[in-house]
């Protein structure tokens, strides 16, 4: 069974499109992220949801925008999309956190988003 | 604000090579660690952690890390390494509710 799973895997599009990705977890966690990994690897958290409530989010431009229809899911819709976007995105889930740091995340396959 | 460095950015060993890549954090609290692998093509996966108790742990796939707190360090090591293990490691800390990454270490074996 996928614990973390996300749709579409790869992506590809115009300059100024607008395009979601989505996500669900089975593992029954209440906390979920959306990660961007540029093209060297890094890996930079975006967004964190728990319990479908905004709990972080990093310096990302609004054209993204996060929603989270129940805790098992959390998309990620991106609009008007620039060269710079494309990267893999990864979903993320974690139990509740332990002691007041974050437990393990368990991550998705992620989606390679190119945009042309 | 926490930050995390993985000093070697690209490692190439042969195969039954010992392997130890280095991971310091900045923020001298109280801190989970973890050592994830990123396979060519795959997803994150995580190999150990350490949230306290044993300044040893012990991962999967015969991996182990050490945390050390007076120096930082939470170096990944495996005695003898295989093909498989070529992949991208990834040392994170935790800061409240997010993970801070370092920027990952390439490991190659050729056989």
């Known amino acids: 069974d996928t614990a973390v799973s996300q749709t579409p895997k790869y992506l590809v599009t115009q300059m100024g499109n607008d395009k979601s990705i989505k996500c669900e977890q089975n593992?029954?966690?209440?906390?979920m992220y959306w990660y961007k990994q540029d093209s060297k690897k890094f890996l930079k958290i975006m967004f964190s949801?728990?319990?479908?409530?905004?709990?972080i989010n990093e310096t990302v431009p609004n054209r993204f925008s996060p929603k989270s229809p129940d805790k098992a899911h959390l998309n990620l819709h991106i609009n008007s999309l620039e060269l710079g976007d494309s990267a893999v995105y990864f979903c993320a889930s974690s139990p509740p956190a332990a002691g007041a740091r974050t437990d393990t995340q368990y991550f998705g396959p992620g989606t390679r988003l190119t945009v042309l | 604000a926490q930050s995390v460095s993985q000093h070697n950015h690209h490692v190439i060993l042969s195969e039954a090579a010992s392997l130890e890549l280095g991971c310091n954090y900045s923020?001298?609290?109280?801190?989970?660690l973890f050592w994830y692998v990123q396979y060519p093509g795959q997803h994150l996966q995580l190999l150990l952690k350490?949230?306290?108790?044993?300044?040893l742990v012990k991962g999967i796939k015969g991996f182990e890390a050490e945390f050390i707190k007076s120096k930082f360090s939470f170096n990944l090591r495996k005695p003898s390494v295989q093909w498989s293990d070529t992949a991208e490691y990834f040392c994170a800390v935790s800061q409240s509710d997010k993970l801070i990454f370092g920027t990952g270490t390439r490991l190659q074996v050729f056989p």
């Open positions: 593992l029954g966690h209440d906390t």
């Open positions: 949801y728990n319990n479908k409530e905004l709990i």
């Open positions: 350490y949230f306290s108790g044993d300044p």
């Open positions: 923020y001298g609290g109280t801190v989970n």
